[in-house]
């Protein structure tokens, strides 16, 4: 590979300036709704692009003067017409590094016409490429996202270098966008596979982000990213490890990350964890804790001007209440949950939002009516989670099918029972959880009674089979373990 040619003095302070024209395409969507736009959009042209609000956020303030082809090909298609200058992009001709190189491949057409596909080929497998080289090299090495990669290709843990200090013993901008884009790539990842597949190989990243904290920082903008990073970072492999079932892990990981959140004084971050640390109480059958963890994270979050995030907590708040069997106490929270989330969306939600819209607050309250003994009211909310979900989120199409599974089993319905739980089971062919595992082993004990029905017999039989065939491979520990 030759190497790339020096930087004129004029390239390395070339100021970005806010992307205003795309701002005003993405109108009245949250940074996390037109993100999920992207995304879909990506899927109709065949394109596979990671987009998130952090992203769109990049594209907005000028930091992303021009995008990469893949995603030149979705905003094109999005916006049938526009040209990249008229979306407030960059000629790619005046944006470093690129060159007339990249002109004549971002001209390769968007329709599947069979005389362009080598070229469309050949930009994927340059794209693969450059991904591949952020995360073996600088920084990103040094953080362990490489071991992150091989999900990619296959499902086979890889042999992660130690984490080390970065040269010239402190952290710098590079550092902290390596960290900022390991939690973005755990996320991805546990949103098509799910937990268990990532979650031992994501302790390596986060044990190195911490190791950066270690090795001081100059800068005080960079100290707050770099603290953010792996506050954010700790919750994500705690959420690895709660969706894997490894509670006590889950609980120490949600714990740093609320520890570092103070020691930072980052409301956002100590929001989050205890958000999380919230879901993981009412999980582990501690309701008042879940109750109590969630009015704190509310309490953090009202500096934060976001009535979605404010909408989730208290989502949080109505699980506790509905495992304390307190029916009043849970319809306050939903209702305070449904009404902040009709307040709409805001720049200010969080990153680690995008996962919730309209079929998440659908499924958590279905969960509710499913601690209160309202099976058939939890099936109707399952239901109509499972139709709203994004197919990006691979894991919670498994999980609020699950959830429909069990509500419609104690709901009396034993035939759909089985139909859904037989979506399950081909869902998990892609997803690796444990909590979703237990959910569908604790349908089958309950179908079980059934089994003179055809389609309960044969998802019985389905579900025995399934399990047996993890046991042979070794069984992922369950929240008992």
Not at 107 to 128: F, G, K, Y
Not at 185 to 200: C, F, V
Request: charged fraction near 25%; hydrophobic fraction near 40%.
């Amino acid at each position: 590979m030759t190497s790339p040619p020096a930087k004129s003095a004029s390239s390395r302070t070339v100021p970005a300036r806010p992307n205003t024209a795309f701002r005003q395409l993405r109108g009245r969507l949250s940074p996390g709704e037109f993100a999920a736009a992207v995304r879909r959009s990506a899927r109709e042209i065949g394109e596979q692009v990671s987009c998130d609000a952090r992203y769109v956020g990049r594209v907005e303030s000028g930091e992303i003067r021009c995008p990469n082809y893949a995603y030149e090909r979705v905003f094109r298609h999005m916006f049938p017409g526009l040209t990249l200058p008229d979306m407030g992009f960059a000629p790619r001709e005046t944006v470093r590094g690129r060159g007339a190189r990249t002109a004549a491949v971002s001209a390769a057409p968007l329709a599947t016409d069979p005389d362009h596909r080598d070229t469309r080929i050949q930009t994927r497998e340059e794209s693969d490429v450059l991904r591949r080289a952020f995360i073996t090299g600088g920084p990103a090495a040094a953080l362990g996202l490489a071991a992150l990669y091989p999900l990619d290709t296959a499902d086979t843990p890889a042999a992660v270098p130690g984490p080390r200090r970065p040269a010239g013993g402190r952290a710098g901008a590079s550092e902290a966008s390596a960290l900022e884009e390991a939690v973005r790539r755990i996320r991805l990842l546990d949103d098509r596979h799910g937990a268990e597949g990532i979650y031992r190989r994501a302790a390596q990243p986060l044990r190195a982000a911490y190791d950066l904290l270690d090795s001081g920082v100059q800068r005080r903008a960079v100290c707050d990213r770099l603290h953010s990073g792996a506050g954010e970072l700790a919750i994500s492999v705690g959420w690895l490890a709660h969706d894997s079932g490894h509670f006590d892990d889950a609980r120490s990981h949600y714990a740093e990350a609320l520890a570092t959140a103070r020691v930072s004084d980052d409301p956002a971050l100590e929001a989050h964890a205890f958000c999380n640390t919230s879901f993981l109480a009412r999980d582990a059958g501690r309701p008042r804790e879940a109750v109590r963890a969630a009015q704190a994270a509310q309490q953090a979050a009202r500096q934060l001007a976001s009535p979605r995030l404010l909408s989730l907590l208290s989502l949080r708040e109505a699980g506790g209440w509905a495992g304390l069997a307190d029916r009043s106490g849970c319809e306050r929270a939903l209702l305070r949950a449904q009404r902040l989330f009709a307040g709409g969306p805001s720049d200010n939600d969080p990153e680690w939002m995008t996962f919730y819209g309209e079929a998440e607050l659908a499924g958590l309250e279905a969960q509710c009516w499913s601690a209160l003994g309202e099976g058939q009211r939890a099936a109707e909310h399952a239901r109509r989670a499972v139709a709203l979900q994004d197919p990006h989120f691979t894991r919670n199409i498994a999980l609020f099918t699950a959830e429909l599974a069990g509500d419609l089993a104690a709901g009396g319905a034993p035939d759909e029972a089985a139909a859904a739980g037989d979506r399950v089971l081909k869902l998990l062919e892609q997803v690796r959880s444990a909590r979703i595992r237990t959910m569908l082993d604790r349908t089958a004990r309950m179908l079980s009674p059934h089994r003179a029905s055809a389609p309960v017999a044969g998802f019985l039989d389905r579900h025995a089979a399934s399990a047996a065939a993890d046991d042979g491979g070794g069984r992922r520990p369950g929240p008992a373990d």
